[in-house]
């Protein structure tokens, strides 16, 4: 299983970036997927989820809530995450994860046996 996260950048206050994770060598629509993020001197921290097959339930930490969206592409195997009105407190390395079938889903890492190698999203002016 591989997951390959891009996206990241340096963004202004107030601004937007989406975040992509291509995932390969998995049964994708089988699998719920999820951003983590950690930022510098902290442990990382969820995000976002997005439950497997059509995506019709997803959760988000309170400190996301109505900025962030996450969704899911099951013919090209792709997670998103579009993030807007972004703080300088969003500064993070942001992590894909894939939550296999056979394991409860949840939010916390645990429950997520494969990662991606995260890409850094800097929000500064």
């Known amino acids: 299983v591989q997951l390959q996260a891009s996206g990241g950048g340096l963004v202004q206050p107030g601004g937007s970036l989406r975040l992509s994770c291509a995932a390969s060598g998995l049964t994708f629509e089988s699998y719920a997927m999820a951003w983590f993020r950690q930022a510098p001197g902290k442990e990382r921290e969820f995000v976002a989820t997005i439950s497997w097959g059509g995506g019709g339930s997803s959760y988000y930490a309170d400190s996301v809530k109505g900025r962030f969206t996450i969704s899911r592409d099951n013919v090209k195997k792709m997670v998103y995450l579009k993030m807007d009105n972004l703080k300088p407190e969003d500064t993070a390395i942001y992590y894909c994860?894939?939550?296999?079938?056979?394991?409860?889903?949840?939010?916390?890492?645990?429950?997520?046996?494969?990662w991606g190698q995260g890409t850094q999203v800097t929000v500064s002016s």
């Open positions: 994860a894939a939550n296999p079938p056979s394991t409860n889903w949840g939010f916390s890492e645990s429950k997520y046996a494969h």
